[in-house]
């Protein structure tokens, strides 16, 4: 009768527990997504501050629409979309 080699079979590890083991998903090693190439906006360049001419008023941002366009809050209390 032939012996079998160790490596074929360890001992408590039957055959089908092995094709198992084969058949799971692959583990993340890394560090994976578009976040890791997309790198840190930097801009640290001071500009500088632009004050109110006539005909013009501060108010504060409410909600950013996009395309350049913003709902505002005026000093005046009503609120504005700007641009």
């Not at 080699?5 to 994976?32: C, F, H, I, L, Y």
């Not at 500088?48 to 629409?65: N, P």
């Amino acid at each position: 009768k032939k012996q079998r080699p160790e490596s074929w079979e360890s001992p408590g590890q039957s055959r089908a527990s092995r094709e198992e083991e084969s058949r799971t998903m692959p583990k993340n090693k890394g560090k994976g997504g578009k976040n890791r190439r997309r790198g840190k906006n930097e801009n640290e360049e001071k500009r500088e501050l632009i004050f109110k001419e006539d005909g013009q008023e501060y108010a504060q941002v409410i909600r950013m629409l996009g395309n350049g366009r913003l709902d505002a809050q005026c000093i005046d209390g009503i609120k504005r979309l700007c641009h």
